[in-house]
């Protein structure tokens, strides 16, 4: 016995996105281009910010962070998911909790960066004159800490959760990786608590962010509306619109994943579900912030002069 003495289990084999032979091939080179892309748009973005001075302002800073929780947790799931298309992908109970732990610390941490970011727009379009005095680096390495301290609090409270689980001898989890709600099912003593544990983090790491980044976008726009010129309130709508897209993508498919009953999701499309957010938003959003993003192009433009005329 592995890692946990009320478990009488001490592996998983996770059962992939699909048992259909004829896709494995298509789906493995599918999802390594989609790794391949999200590692190149992340480290490129993270790059960028760190090599060119003139992003090294609040705005870029939280992105700098997003890209690196992007990176993070795709490199928590994809690599072993792409196992499960060329060989049976065992993992052991250990590395199941393991990856469940960096998996939602890595996500709730990323719906509050959001959060961070929507307060930074509030600040730059509601208070500009005060803006560097508001948005001072204490203030965002203070926001910061509670960004990964959030993510870091609701990990450790799924992960205790799921640790209190016994599992019988039925070691196949539906799914690519070690996620909550496969995790209950599979578990021969989870109850109504575990399940209430759950969606009480969830419904925090979600609520908590989205009421947030509501109100900012409420001061934003009625600021927005007293702007006298359409220049002006052209502008301060640019400035929003990537934070916009990526917010309504990520949260959009996290609060359909977990906040509807099983009875309503099976298991199965809850899976396919999770690929949205955990695999496609990350691939998106350096695309989402350098395609819309004057400041990230000029960035990219100087740096690749450097490289050329060095």
């Known amino acids: 016995m592995a ?8 592996e998983f084999i996770l059962a992939g996105l699909t048992d259909q032979p004829g896709l494995q091939l298509p789906l493995f080179f599918l999802f390594l281009g ?24 609040p705005m ?15 490199s928590t799931i994809i690599p072993k998911m792409l196992m499960s298309f060329v060989s049976k992908n065992i ?24 959060s961070a970011m929507a307060y930074d727009r509030y600040v730059a379009i509601r208070k500009p004159l005060l803006y560097t005095l508001t948005m001072s680096p204490q203030v965002c390495l203070f926001l910061l800490v509670g960004v990964y301290g959030m993510g870091a609090l609701g990990a450790l409270t799924h ?16 799914h690519y990786m070690c996620d909550i709600l496969p995790l209950l099912e599979l578990s021969c003593n989870s109850s109504y608590m575990n399940t209430l544990v759950v ?11 989205i009421v947030s980044i509501f109100l900012s976008y409420g001061f934003i726009l009625s600021s927005i509306l007293h702007i006298n010129s359409v220049e002006g309130r052209s502008k301060a709508f640019s400035t929003c619109s990537s934070h916009i897209i990526a917010v309504s993508l990520f949260f959009g ?15 199965d499309q809850g899976k396919v579900c999770t690929l949205f957010y955990t695999i496609v938003v990350p691939m998106l959003n350096p695309l989402i912030y350098s395609l819309r993003n004057k400041d990230v192009k000029l960035a990219m433009k100087k740096t690749l002069e450097r490289i050329t005329f060095s």
Not at 60 to 73: G, K, M, Q
Not at 92 to 113: A, D, M, N, P, R
Not at 159 to 174: K, M, P, Q, R, S
Not at 253 to 264: Q, R
């Open 3 to 10: 890692a946990d003495n009320t478990s009488s289990v001490t």
């Open 34 to 57: 989609f790794y391949v892309i999200t590692m190149l748009g992340n480290l490129s973005l993270v790059t960028l910010i760190w090599l060119n001075s003139h992003l090294h302002i």
């Open 60 to 74: 870029y800073f939280f992105l700098f962070n997003l890209s690196f929780i992007d990176f993070s947790y795709s």
């Open 91 to 114: 993992i052991s109970y250990t590395g199941c909790i393991t990856q469940l732990f960096l998996f939602c610390f890595f996500v709730i941490s990323e719906c509050f960066i959001l």
């Open 159 to 174: 992960t205790v959760n799921i640790l209190f689980l016994t599992f019988c001898g039925e070691n196949l989890l539906n």
């Open 199 to 209: 969606f009480t983090v969830v419904a925090i790491a979600i609520g908590v962010p």
């Open 253 to 267: 498919s996290g609060i359909f994943a977990y906040l509807k009953p099983p009875s309503i999701i099976p298991l």
